[in-house]
């Protein structure tokens, strides 16, 4: 398949042509930029047909490159999310510092991420993983913040993930002596007991690691954070899933054949809700969009992870969709919170209030997003949330249900701090310049929401490739007269009418808006945060009133002990007593001629004392 | 046939004896001639290297005594590899250094040449030989030629770098000269192929200490822990191209020496586990030392040291994937850490005491050094797509292959740290706020050469590794083929 070598081409000509092209001028730049991702993904959509595949070597190892169903899937989150981030980051990153840097590093990553879900060989697996890691380390430190803290922080991470799966791959091929996938799956069967358990588990810790799952998850708040928010709807939106790709293969092709007993699902599964729970737990702790739409991913795939650890057939689709859906509701609201820094200047709740006016445009895509994430009717989240919840019920994980259900309902409360903290609420005079942002951003918001709007009444467009893609994997297809013509108003899951449970909740809704329209109407009285009775005081100019001030303390209250430990700590802990132990060995070198000749002495001597042993 | 082996070691020995002379007709030949001679050279190993991989071995019998009785020089493909990168990175740092050395008049540039050219001579003559005791000569031109270009700043630390390098190796030519003279004086003789032939004769007391005796000379010298206290200091105070040289070049040669002793002259099993254990010891060691110096030079050769115990690592499993992946990676360090030296030694140029803070901001000023110290960073982590990485990726093979599962963590874990104090340099070169009073010296035209090229050479290699494996892959087997060698030396007549 020549396609192939074409799109890697222009990938990487494009990437290295961008960043010189800044020299130039900055309209060219934009404009090569924006050929670089979006040339690339009209080929693969127009050019590579599911089931092609390009073998080649390299240094005497047999390589293959090659679509299929499950692939696809996922290329179609990459290059769909990555040509709308791409848009949006011409307009995000107008006038900034480093724009080359960004671009170059953009591209890379939407070009990793593909070649991930096209590598079938462990190698060019690895290969584009480690160049998604480092090059979305490099947009983690864009901003030059804190970066040997964060920065290092997510990288130490990454490698150690990394470096696991490449134990796990080299070990494999020891056995098998070939590094394709397809053989890595048929010989796993023969392999010792050992190995067998041992694989998944590297494996699935460079997974986990990508897919930010408890414990290993303490690099996602600040490396989400620290990036600029444009590439950030691509790192939370794609990047992410790339550990929930590489999870799916892993499960159901290894630890579903796994002797029973051995609780790897199980294990998974409650990692997975714990790190939905405490996610949105910290996700509500947050005063600062970025943090907290940071937590909010982590909690996110938390489901995600439930879904596809589970592996009953509804519970891997549950996963899948909510995957789709995660990519399209987190990439628009990290888009959202950029527009808002980028028109404003900052993303503190407490500082910005009352943006509705001033940015409807943006407005219509965060209340899209947050519809979505909240797992409301008639958008998408729905149904991937409605999906998980049976598959759960349905597979007997009843205290998982609670996990997830207090959860989502917990997430609750930040989805309405985000959308409540930025646009509603009273109008400062502060911000009474902003303006809407520019249409290159609009427009990929939008259009975002449009979607999920359209996936949440015909969820069979996503469902159907989900299918596939788990066909491809081995399942037995027993769904299928239900997604070929899948849309809401179908019964289906395990035959549960949709219709009157969709109907009732849209009811109660436009109830309620009615009402309170009719009321609001009646009594509007415009004030400023400064317009309140407070005992007689009179509020100091510097104090900040804006509502979100400590907005869920009763909550965060009741839930305290549970937050009280944080993993970090005691990373950090661990990380000082090494550092500490690398002091003491520097000290071996003791800059003294002598001590070395002794050093010398005593290493001759040791050596013949053992040396019946050594030698 | 274009030329045979012996010149390596006749033309830079005679171009060091000439250059004072030639300096008195015109003081800009003494920085041309090296060059000529590397470049001269450079062609000479290619070609010949080109001609062994088809024909098979070149055996040189110097003054016509053949074999066992006198020295004979072996250009196989495994010592004409080694060779032509210590050629190839002698003539990076001479192009580097051409006018580095300018400024410092006439006289220490006459020195810094005579010296590289010694050490070349040296080095290669390491590598070529198949005596022992001319091999010893040999380490002693290098070694000698090392302790003068490390007190080349004629400061009080190089001086103290260079005297505390200078009484190690003379501990290590004392006991090299002890091992040499216990094998002589069971066997009768100093032929390497001869004394491979009749070890099994040598009573085990004898043969083990004597080889104890040659891997911790040896070791001195190749930057074994705890045998490589000197090394730090030396790096840290040599100026940058000889850091590169020492890195590139005197290392890989006590390495090589190391190797041939335990795959061709030694038939004892046990020594390759205890390049095991000791290759092991120095990269954990060393690695964790790296990540708390404060100077670039010092972390550069604790980096170098943790490298160098890889590479030991990779020969102990006596296997031959182990072997290419060693080669593979002597390639790979020579060629990066050669570039970090270099261009480090920009980044700290002006500063009074090259601690790493140092090099905050330092891009804005020089960005190209900066780029190519970041590539060269990435790269010795061994992070795709970047030379680095196929060899780190062969010694994992490797280790699999042998079942050395726990080595491999050992190694993936060091990886971490490395990974770590590169990171950390490579961000402050970016993104902190350079120091007020430190001025960024802007490189040499010349110096910026020998940069890309070795900045190329890792992309290259990363994206076509295919371009070098074939001749690392016949090299490995040249070493692992133990008879072959024998026989190809003992065979010649004169």
């Known amino acids: 398949m020549e396609t192939f070598s074409i799109i890697f081409a222009i990938f990487l000509g494009g990437a290295v042509l961008t960043y010189f092209a800044g020299k130039l001028s900055s309209v060219v730049q934009d404009i090569l930029f924006l050929a670089t991702v979006l040339v690339p993904t009209y080929l693969f959509f127009s050019g590579v047909s599911i089931g092609s595949s390009m073998p080649f070597s390299l240094e005497g190892i047999s390589l293959l490159w090659g679509v299929n169903h499950f692939g696809w899937l996922f290329s179609l989150i990459v290059l769909g999310l990555g040509s709308l981030a791409a848009v949006y980051s011409v307009g995000y990153m107008k006038g900034k510092e480093r724009r080359g840097y960004f671009y170059l590093n953009f591209v890379l990553s939407v070009m990793s991420m593909l070649g991930i879900v096209i590598s079938q060989d462990l190698i060019s697996f690895f290969i584009f993983w480690e160049i998604m890691t480092w090059s979305s380390y490099l947009m983690v430190i864009y901003s030059g913040n804190d970066v040997q803290r ?185 888009m959202v919170v950029g527009a808002i820094e980028k028109q404003t200047g900052t993303t503190n709740f407490t500082e910005v209030t009352g943006l509705i006016r001033k940015m409807p445009w943006t407005f219509f895509a965060a209340l899209m997003g947050i519809i979505a994430l909240a797992g409301i009717p008639p958008l998408g989240g729905f149904i991937g949330k409605w999906m998980l919840y049976e598959s759960l019920i349905t597979s007997d994980h009843y205290l998982l249900v609670i996990l997830i259900f207090f959860s989502s309902t917990a997430a609750f409360l930040y989805c309405y701090k985000f959308l409540f903290g930025f646009f509603l609420g009273q109008e400062e005079k502060e911000w009474a310049h902003v303006k809407e942002a520019p249409a290159t951003m609009v ?27 788990l066909m ?22 395990d035959h549960v009418i949709l219709q009157p449970i969709l109907y009732s909740i849209m009811g109660i809704f436009i109830f309620f808006l009615i009402f309170v329209l009719w009321k609001g109407y009646k ?93 | 046939m274009v030329g045979t082996p012996v010149l390596f070691v006749a033309i830079p020995l005679l171009a060091a004896f000439l250059i004072p002379l030639l300096g008195m007709i015109w003081k800009e030949l003494v920085r041309i001639v090296p060059g000529l001679v590397l470049i001269y050279l450079m062609v000479l190993s290619v070609n010949l290297l080109n001609h062994v991989l088809v024909n098979g071995p070149i055996v040189e019998v110097i003054a016509g005594w053949a074999p066992p009785f006198g020295i ?66 040999f380490i002693e031109i290098t070694g000698i030629s090392g302790y003068a270009l490390t007190a080349f700043y004629t400061g009080r630390d190089s001086a103290e770098a260079s005297f505390k390098y200078l009484m190690l190796g003379s501990i290590a030519s004392t006991l090299l000269l002890l091992a040499i003279m216990i094998l002589y004086s069971q066997l009768g003789t100093l032929n390497m192929a001869e004394i491979a032939t009749k070890i099994h004769t040598v009573k085990p007391a004898y043969k083990v200490i004597s080889l104890i005796l040659f891997i911790t000379a040896l070791g001195i010298e190749a930057e074994i822990f705890p045998l490589n206290g000197w090394a730090p200091d030396a790096y840290a105070e040599a100026p940058g191209p000889v850091g590169a040289a020492f890195a590139g070049i005197v290392v890989k040669a006590s390495v090589y020496a190391i190797i041939r002793y335990i795959y061709t002259i030694f038939d004892i099993s046990g020594a390759y586990d205890f390049l095991i254990i000791i290759g092991m010891v120095t990269l954990i060691i060393a690695e964790f030392a790296a990540i708390r110096q404060e100077k670039l030079k010092r972390m550069l050769a604790y980096s170098s040291i943790g490298q160098m115990g890889l590479v030991l690592v990779a020969f102990g499993f ?22 970090l030296f270099l261009s480090g030694s920009y980044l700290v140029y002006n500063s009074k005491d090259k601690t790493i803070a140092e090099v905050n901001g330092m891009h804005k000023f020089l960005p190209i050094t900066s780029f ?80 890309l090229v070795l900045g190329a050479l890792i992309l290259v290699i990363g994206f076509y590794p295919d371009v070098i494996t074939g001749v690392i892959h016949k090299a490995s087997a040249d070493l692992m083929d133990k008879t072959k060698y024998i026989n190809d030396v003992l065979s010649i007549k004169q």
């Open chain 1, 523 to 615: 009594g509007t009285r415009y004030v400023t945060t400064k317009d309140i009775s407070s005992s007689g005081e009179v509020p100091k100019e510097d104090e900040n009133l804006t509502f979100s001030v400590g907005f869920m303390q009763p909550f965060m209250r009741a839930v305290a002990p549970v937050m009280r430990r944080q993993m970090d700590k005691y990373y950090t802990g661990f990380a000082n007593g090494l550092e500490g132990l690398f002091d003491f060995v520097r000290r071996i070198y003791t800059g003294n001629a002598q001590t070395y000749a002794v050093y010398v002495v005593v290493f001759i001597v040791i050596v013949l004392l053992f040396k019946d042993v050594l030698f």
């Open chain 1, 443 to 469: 427009v990929p918001m939008v259009l975002m929401g449009i979607f999920m709007v359209v996936l949440g009444t015909f969820p069979g467009i996503v469902l159907n490739p989900i299918n596939n893609g």
């Open chain 1, 472 to 493: 491809d994997l081995g399942y037995v297809d027993s769904y299928k007269h239900l997604w070929e013509t899948s849309i809401i108003f179908n019964s289906w899951g």
């Open chain 2, 318 to 339: 006596g296997t031959k994937e182990g072997v290419f992946a060693a080669l593979f990676l002597m390639l790979n360090h020579a060629i990066i850490k050669s570039l």
């Open chain 1, 150 to 334: 964060i920065g290092i922080k997510y990288f130490v991470f990454s490698a150690i993930g990394a470096y696991a799966m490449l134990m796990a791959i080299v070990i494999v091929h020891s056995v098998t002596h070939t590094f394709f996938i397809e053989d890595m799956i048929q010989a796993y069967g023969q392999m010792s007991l050992q190995l067998q358990i041992w694989i998944p588990i590297l494996f699935l810790l460079a997974f986990a690691v990508k897919a930010a799952m408890m414990p290993l998850h303490v690099w996602a708040p600040g490396a989400y954070s620290n990036a600029p928010m444009a590439y950030t709807s691509l790192f939370s939106g794609a990047l992410s899933k790339m550990g929930v790709y590489g999870m799916v293969i892993i499960l159901v092709t290894m630890v579903n054949r796994l002797p029973q007993g051995i609780l790897f699902r199980e294990v998974l599964a409650w990692l997975g809700g714990i790190t939905a729970a405490m996610g949105t737990l910290w996700a509500i702790k947050q005063d600062d969009a970025k943090k907290l739409l940071a937590y909010s991913s982590v909690a996110q795939l938390g489901y995600i992870i439930v879904g596809v650890s589970i592996g009953t057939e509804l519970a891997m689709m549950a996963g899948l969709f909510l995957a789709v859906m995660h990519a399209l509701f987190k990439g628009t609201l990290f």
């Open chain 2, 372 to 451: 190519l110290f970041a590539l060269g960073a990435f790269a010795i982590v061994g992070l795709p797509p970047f030379a680095g990485f196929w060899s780190k990726l062969s010694v994992l093979t490797a280790a699999a292959d042998s079942h050395m599962l726990f080595v491999m963590s050992l190694i993936l874990m060091v990886s971490v740290v490395e990974l770590v104090y590169y990171l950390r340099v490579v961000n402050r070169i970016y993104f902190f706020k350079k120091e007020e009073s430190v001025e960024a010296k802007k490189p040499t035209f010349n110096a910026l050469i020998a940069m």
């Open chain 2, 72 to 137: 004979n020089l072996v250009f196989s493909a495994f010592s004409g590899f080694l060779v032509t990168l210590m050629v190839f990175l002698g003539l990076i740092v001479w192009i580097y250094s051409y006018r580095f050395k300018r400024n410092v008049g006439f006289e220490p540039a006459k020195k810094y040449f005579l010296l590289l050219m010694m050490l070349v001579t040296g080095a290669v003559g390491i590598v070529l030989t198949g005596d022992i005791f001319n091999m010893f000569v």
